[in-house]
């Protein structure tokens, strides 16, 4: 407790977008081990609800798989909830909103955002990536067959759980989800924009690259790789 008194790190609250496959879950997670954040991702929570059969995953479920959005108001409460729970002493990152227009009005009424990270990524490399993508139905892991392939093929490292392709990861689903994007997302962006809170990353190079680029943007200290952190507390 006492540590934590005198502990000045300050409070910092994140946005991260970008197009499916930009890699946003991967360099939230990133950013949030390093700096503490709590990491909210808002489609990883409605997944956790499809697959454990809840009532709230069997009222999403055909909306996701076909690649549109779910309704504002049950987005929104997700959001305030997991947001109301205050476990957040260093601030939060949030992947997967807001995603129109209503909902960042929402968000900029109820949160001061210090910032929001746009990976950015063109479509052609969005469909690559969106194909390659396999998910662990027992932990939620991400796995890309293009350069994080799984140890053993369709074995996810952490647990063993069976890898599988998201519901929505179809050429049909990627397609509308590519038009939700550019038609609802994109002037989100442009409100975050006129607020000037908008970091633009380029999301093509290697992951630990492009986790450089973001923290060197927004002034965080520099990352460095789970194994280099190891070495550096063993000598
Ligand atoms: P994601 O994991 O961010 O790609 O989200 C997967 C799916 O969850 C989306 O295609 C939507 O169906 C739904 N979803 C996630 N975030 C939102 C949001 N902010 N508003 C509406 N639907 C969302």
């Not at 939060?92 to 209503?102: A, C, L, S, T, V």
């Not at 909902?103 to 479509?123: C, K, N, R, T």
């Not at 052609?124 to 067959?145: F, I, K, P, Q, T």
Request: some cysteine; glycine content about 10%; charged content about 25%.
């Amino acid at each position: 407790m006492a540590g934590r008194l005198c502990d000045a790190r300050p409070m910092r609250k994140y946005v991260i977008m970008g197009v499916q496959g930009s890699g946003k879950g991967t360099q939230a997670a990133m950013l949030a081990v390093g700096l503490d954040l709590v990491n909210i991702g808002v489609g990883d929570i409605l997944r956790w609800n499809v697959q454990n059969h809840t009532k709230l995953g069997a009222q999403v479920r055909r909306t996701m798989a076909a690649g549109e959005l779910v309704g504002d108001d049950l987005v929104e409460g997700i959001v305030r909830d997991r947001l109301t729970q205050h476990d957040w002493n260093y601030g939060f990152i949030i992947d997967g909103f807001p995603r129109n227009e209503r909902q960042a009005e929402f968000f900029l009424e109820s949160y001061d955002i210090d910032g929001v990270i746009y990976l950015d990524l063109p479509d052609s490399e969005v469909r690559r990536r969106v194909m390659a993508r396999r998910l662990c139905a027992g932990c939620g892991m991400d796995y890309n067959l293009i350069n994080n392939s799984p140890r053993e093929a369709g074995r996810c490292d952490a647990c063993g759980g069976e890898l599988v392709t998201r519901e929505d990861d179809t050429e049909e689903a990627l397609a509308v989800r590519l038009r939700e994007y550019h038609g609802k997302t994109d002037p989100v962006l442009d409100i975050f924009r006129r607020k000037e809170y908008v970091v633009t990353i380029d999301a093509r190079p290697p992951k630990e690259q492009v986790q450089q680029a973001v923290r060197a943007r927004l002034g965080l200290p520099a990352y460095h790789p789970p194994q280099q952190v190891a070495q550096q507390a063993a000598g």
